[in-house]
């Protein structure tokens, strides 16, 4: 199966020539995605289910590039092993400044309350990691493997999350103001009283994902998956779902604006139990 996902993966960045630090991208995605297909296996998936789970997980490759910074290793690393520390033991080190994390290991590590503003976290491994209470503001996370990692109470204004696996992901209580989650795959992803206004999700995996009782102002769902999602007793101000199928989303004890119910009326939305305001 790893000859497979490295096919896939080959055939994914074969519009994009050889960039400089392609040889070390492509052997962390097939790391990680061969990660995500044994795990899938251990759960009980046929070898077709664990492997279309698994490239589906990965999105869309020119999300990913958009602002993937191309270096073949980033200063930390070098740094890391000049003075003999582990990854992780210098990324807990990292209180002030920001910092290029990308295509690094540091899965399970404690990065709560830490100061990581406009860092660059792309294709990094990431899964299980405490980003609680961080300032992750402007910070990039495209191509990360974060499944079942906590951001409660976190600020990540601006963020951006390309082609990322936040399976399981905790989003309570986090600042996503302004932030970008493009081919995404979201699923079990919590967020319970996080803040929303003018988050853009696109072409991501939003299904059966709760939003209830929170107030969203401005923010988009775009191309985005929301089957049985549920907005029951949800504040909708400006809130857009273009190009997405919202027949089975649920909005039940909902208030929204006049705008916002013409839209979802448009889109054939069950809006029996909402109301204008």
Do not use: W
């Not at 191309?70 to 003999?84: A, F, M």
């Not at 009782?213 to 923010?219: A, C, P, V």
């Not at 775009?222 to 919202?246: E, I, P, Q, R």
Request: charged share 25%; hydrophobic share 35%; net charge negative.
């Amino acid at each position: 199966m790893e000859d497979k996902l490295q096919q896939f993966i080959n055939q994914a960045f074969a519009p994009y020539g050889n960039f400089p630090s392609r040889k070390d991208v492509e052997q962390e995605l097939l790391a990680n995605l061969t990660e995500k297909y044994n795990d899938l296996k251990r759960d009980g998936k046929s070898d077709e289910e664990a492997y279309q789970a698994t490239v589906d997980s990965f999105g869309d490759v020119t999300e990913i590039m958009e602002n993937v910074q191309h270096t073949p290793r980033t200063e930390l690393e070098k740094d890391d092993r000049s003075v003999g520390r582990t990854l992780r033991e210098t990324f807990k080190l990292a209180k002030k400044s920001s910092s290029k994390f990308s295509m690094t290991e540091l899965k399970q590590s404690d990065l709560s309350a830490t100061q990581l503003t406009g860092s660059n976290f792309s294709f990094a491994s990431l899964s299980e990691t405490n980003f609680d209470g961080s300032n992750l503001a402007d910070s990039t996370f495209n191509g990360a493997d974060v499944r079942g990692s906590s951001f409660a109470g976190a600020n990540l204004t601006n963020a951006s999350f390309a082609g990322s696996d936040l399976t399981n992901v905790n989003f309570e209580n986090a600042n996503l103001t302004n932030a970008h989650l493009k081919a995404c795959a979201l699923k079990d992803a919590s967020f319970k009283d996080a803040i929303l206004d003018n988050a853009y999700f696109k072409h991501s995996d939003l299904s059966e994902v709760s939003f209830e009782g929170q107030t969203l102002t401005g923010t988009v769902f775009d191309g985005t998956s929301v089957k049985k999602a549920s907005f029951k007793d949800a504040t909708l101000t400006d809130v857009t779902f273009h190009h997405s199928d919202v027949k089975h989303t649920i909005f039940d004890g909902a208030k929204m604006d006049k705008v916002t119910y013409a839209l979802l009326k448009g889109a054939k939305a069950n809006l029996d139990n909402v109301t204008v305001e």
